[in-house]
């Protein structure tokens, strides 16, 4: 039991590290932390793949105006992307809703992976359970003469 | 002239590639090494043809002969002569050039490597496939990316190629990388469908195309870095990666080509995952495809977007083919592929492998379902999606730590199996290390699951890393007496393969590191200033000092000078730019970027200085980024230490019968040393 | 290794490989572009917007309520508003003593400056206004540059284009607004 100890002493120091960085820092998240998690799922309109956070067109930067607007006059990040699926369509969030086809965005890699991670265990099971392959007499003497050749 | 010349030469190739196949097909039926002998110079044939046709388009290029459409479109007058000379690639046909020439390379070294061995079938076999994908590269510029439109009205002068593409010298640098990666895997792809056609599937095939797999991963890692680095100096939005429709197409063949490399080794060693490998051989070629038709067929949109071409369907139907071939053949081939090799235990290398192999092509599933599922819903559901930055980050983090936990144990586990005590001692230290790193990260004010666990497994993985040399190194002080620095030059030299994936492995690490930190704060902000005003951002003292324009030829541009300082110290003047173009309305941005060990200063013009003098600048304070390229050079070296010729003496494996009937195949019997 | 045979995972892996290969041919002849820009707000009341016009003066959309109003986002810089600017010009001749349509620009991603410069030389004499933040593009649902609303006379966008456009289609949006077609 002893050797264990190191191990469990680690795993202790590590849950413990993981949850201080994890802990939800303080109260509510600030106008701006908030303002800008919401640019960063919005697709910039003229871009292809810049989040609306990340560009620095004239337009992303007007939607940044714009949400920060919204959130001082007290509308939840639901209103705010309800509002701007309004105006320009499914297209502008980066992350598809999960309803409908955009779950099986989501859903699709758990599977797969899932399935790939089952059929390991299921190999590793099998094959631990068939019989190990014996070297033969004739295997060892090909392995001595190998042996001599490179000696 | 120069276009005749050049169409002349790419009949020339298309025609090689077809006598040479059938000059093949023939040699292989009749069993005639003479006419395989014959049909392997053709070979060289479509090499030269190739390097006659792209002489020819950098001849028009420079030149500036107009009359050309491709030149018309991406050469001008004024355009400097290094991207005169790049212009080669700066467009779909003149790619496929490229993409020829680089073919016709490969298929030229891998000729002359197996010229000894040219009357084997395998080998016909390969150079048959590699002909046949080069035809129809050919095809396609002879098709619908033709290189050498001759225009009825000839311009006075080019449009240049675009604005993007011409102001840095990485253009020169980054696609012929990408190009070189992409195309190299179409060797080890030969290999393993002249394999699947001989039914010669034991090992000699990977052992042939090793080397040859190894390149050209070294070089599409290398291109995709490039990339990055392009994105983060060029672009000016302040990132290096974008989850682009583009850049997830270069990844593709690079995740499953990584799984590949390691998941070979298994079968060398033990002979397993013999059809698993023959598939990623082939998912990989038909990845470097689908990239390629993804990115040129205007299909998606992208930052990358080049003009609309019809080559989608030709791209697509030679995906179909190959991908039909491929599984046709391993369908037919299959259950007489199974080799009867297995792993022993759960703790053993091996099964480290299975796991990278598992979470590498998870990484390829993910990438490519976020990919191209826009075009999913909008067929199925005629909705219109965007998969972006926040679903790939969310998707690839869990499997990205889940690779580091692999990379630390993997180095430690030996191959066959471990007992739980002697895998505990090897870890102990490293694990202790990747603890103290956790900790570190979260006294150093790193907040969130995924950078501190982040942080923790790449202490841990560096640790194990070193302490495999170090552990290798005093083995050889002990047994030889060798000094620390010739013990490790030694050690590496006969086990290069070993040591240079571990370098590899460090270069993983750092940008794993830089990965993590990234998505932690940075800092943006936007600044407005005038002439001599100074601001602070994250400790960093900001003095515009002033702009200032300058013309040339091709392009003017204005800069504003902004002196950096930190805790008093001078850091020098950085000058962020927009610069117009004739044939571009809309001025190009310039980034300025102090690159320091710790955190980048990074500056670009929002609003060039109005009538009031004042400008509006943006500020982004990034950190790490030095260590994303310094992790890439890391890789590029490990690579290059991996492709060192020897390896250990006496390593060589009695193999009981590789190339004969399948059924006498069995289990390679290792010599042990 | 038993278990399921190579042919059958084969055979599953080419199915997928197929499905998706027939997703992909259905979707290369299609524009992305096109789809992605259809606008979401036809049929919507269109967003009030009180804007400062080149002349100086305000430019309000209720002011204009009853009529037709023609609202194109442009700029001094992209070509394809080059493209349509001629089409601009006769649409604005054809209707010019016609009280129930209106054309109105509004700047999109440009300098006011530097646009109404380049109004001013290449004689744009419609109403023009520039729009500072941004706030009516965004209001719009505007993607790029150029785009054109129709605005019927209640008030409701009746037709949305992204893209250049010429006088037959411009006449048919209006006619369509006025309840003619």
């Keep these: 039991m002893r050797k264990w100890i190191p191990w469990v002493l680690l795993a202790v120091v590590a849950i413990a590290t993981i949850t201080v960085a994890a802990w939800p820092s303080g109260g509510k998240q600030s106008a701006s932390a908030r303002a800008h998690g919401l640019a960063a799922e919005l697709r910039c309109v003229d871009c292809e793949s810049l989040s609306v956070a990340d560009s620095s067109t004239v337009s992303a930067r007007a939607i940044r105006a ?86 | 002239m120069k276009a005749a010349l050049g169409i002349v030469a790419l009949l020339v190739g298309v025609t090689g590639c077809v006598l040479g196949v059938t000059t093949l097909l023939l040699g292989i039926r009749r069993h005639d090494a003479r006419l395989l002998h014959l049909g392997r110079q053709f070979v060289f044939v479509v090499l030269f043809a190739a390097i006659v046709a792209t002489g020819a388009m950098e001849w028009a290029l420079l030149a500036h002969d107009f009359s050309l459409r491709y030149v018309a479109e991406n050469g001008s ?31 030229a070294a891998v000729a002359r490597k197996f010229r000894s061995r040219a009357h084997d079938p395998i080998v016909a076999w390969a150079t048959i496939v590699g002909l046949a994908v080069a035809a129809f590269f050919f095809l396609l510029t002879l098709g619908p990316a033709n290189p050498f439109h001759v225009l009825s009205s000839v311009p006075a002068d080019g449009r240049g190629p675009n604005p993007l593409l011409q102001n840095h010298p990485l253009m020169a640098f980054h696609p012929p990388m990408l190009y070189l990666g992409y195309v190299g895997f179409t060797v080890p792809f030969m290999f393993g469908i002249a394999a699947l056609i001989t039914g010669r599937f034991g090992e000699g095939w990977l052992a042939d195309t090793r080397r040859a797999t190894l390149v050209a991963w070294g070089f599409l890692t290398v291109g995709i870095i490039l990339g990055a680095w392009w994105s983060y100096e060029v672009l000016g939005w302040g990132g290096y990666w974008a989850w682009d429709p583009v850049e997830n197409a270069s990844l593709l063949p690079w995740l499953t080509g990584t799984a590949f490399i390691h998941s070979v080794i298994v079968q060398e060693r033990r002979g397993m995952l013999r059809v698993w490998n023959l598939s990623l051989v082939i998912a990989t070629f038909c990845l470097t495809i689908l990239g390629t038709f993804l990115t040129r067929s205007g299909i998606i949109n992208s930052v990358h977007a080049f003009s609309v071409s019809s080559i989608g369907p030709w791209l697509l139907t030679f995906l179909g083919i190959v991908a039909a071939v491929g599984i046709g053949l391993v369908a037919w081939r299959g259950d007489r592929l199974r080799s009867p090799g297995r792993i022993d235990s759960v703790l053993s290398r091996e099964a480290a492998f299975l796991a990278n192999n598992l979470l590498f092509t998870g990484l390829a599933f993910v990438v490519l379902l976020g990919t191209v599922f826009p075009l999913i819903a909008e067929a199925l559901r005629n909705r219109q999606l965007s998969v972006g930055e926040p679903y790939f980050d969310r998707m690839t983090t869990p499997l990205g730590l889940l690779l580091l936990f692999f990379m630390a144990v993997a180095p430690a586990l030996p191959w066959r199996a471990v007992s739980g005590d002697v895998l505990r001692r090897r870890l102990i230290v490293p694990a202790w290390v990747g603890g103290a790193g956790l900790v570190l990260a979260v006294v150093a004010g790193v907040r969130g699951i995924s950078p501190v666990v982040a942080i923790g497994l790449a202490s841990f993985a560096f640790a194990a890393i070193v302490r495999q040399f170090a552990v290798g190194v005093r083995a050889r002080m002990r047994s030889n007496a060798e000094r620390p620095p010739r013990a490790l030059v030694r050690m590496v030299r006969a086990n290069p393969r070993l040591y240079g994936g571990l370098v590899v492995h460090v270069g993983v690490v750092l940008v794993a590191l830089v990965l993590a930190c990234s998505s932690t704060a940075g800092v943006k902000r936007e600044v407005r200033l005038v002439k001599g005003q100074s601001v602070t951002v994250s400790g960093y003292r900001l003095t515009y000092i002033g702009a200032s324009s300058s013309r040339s030829a091709q392009r003017s541009t204005v800069s504003a000078r902004v002196r950096i300082s930190h805790g008093g110290r001078d850091l020098g003047t950085y000058a962020p730019a927009v610069s117009s173009y004739p044939n571009a309305m809309t001025g190009i941005g310039t980034p300025s970027v102090r690159t320091g060990l710790v955190e980048d200063v990074y500056l670009t013009i929002v609003s060039l200085p109005n009538a009031r003098g004042r400008v509006t600048i943006a500020v982004l304070v990034n950190p790490m980024v030095l260590w994303l390229w310094i992790g890439g050079g890391v890789m590029a070296l490990g690579t290059l230490i991996a492709l060192v ?18 059924e006498a195949a069995g289990t390679p019997v290792e010599v042990p040393v | 290794m038993k278990g399921i045979s190579t042919r059958w995972i084969a055979i599953g892996v080419a199915i997928v490989v197929a499905v998706f290969a027939i997703v992909l041919a259905t979707q290369v002849s299609t524009d992305p572009r096109a789809a992605a820009n259809r606008s979401n707000l036809v049929g919507r009341p269109a ?32 070509i394809p508003c080059r493209q349509e600017e001629g089409a601009l010009r006769a649409f604005q001749r054809e209707h010019a003593r016609d009280a129930s349509v209106d054309l109105v620009g509004i700047v999109r991603d440009d300098s006011t400056s530097t646009a109404g410069a380049y109004a001013k030389s290449h004689s744009l004499n419609w109403t023009i206004a520039s729009d500072p933040g941004s706030s009516v593009a965004v209001k719009f649902g505007t993607r790029g540059q150029p785009e054109t609303y129709v605005i019927g006379p209640s008030g409701v966008i009746v037709a949305a284009h992204y893209g250049p456009l010429t006088v037959a289609e411009l006449d048919a949006l209006v006619a369509r607004s006025q309840g003619v077609q």
Excluded: M
């Design chain 2, 645 to 662: 010729p020897g390896g250990r003496p006496g390593r060589r494996r009695a193999v009981l019968a590789d190339d004969a009937t399948p």
């Design chain 1, 66 to 151: 714009d949400i920060a607007q919204r959130i001082r006059h007290g509308e939840s990040d639901v209103d705010i992307r309800a509002y701007y699926v309004g105006q320009y369509g499914e297209s502008i969030l980066l992350k598809p809703a999960s309803s409908g086809i955009g779950a099986f965005v989501w859903i699709l890699p758990v599977l797969v992976l899932g399935a790939g991670a089952g059929g390991l265990v299921v190999a590793l099971r099998r094959w631990q359970r068939t019989p190990r392959l014996r070297a033969s007499d004739e295997d060892r003497a090909l392995v001595e003469r190998e042996r001599e050749l490179d000696a």
């Design chain 2, 77 to 107: 007058r004024g355009t400097p002569t290094l991207f005169t000379i790049t212009g080669l690639w700066a467009s779909l046909e003149g790619s496929i050039l490229l993409w020829l020439l680089i073919l016709g390379g490969y298929l």
């Design chain 3, 47 to 78: 967003p009030k917007f009180d804007l400062p016009a080149f002349d100086g003066t305000r430019v309000r959309l209720a002011e204009r309520a009853g009529k037709t109003v023609v609202v194109n986002f442009w700029n001094s810089w992209c």
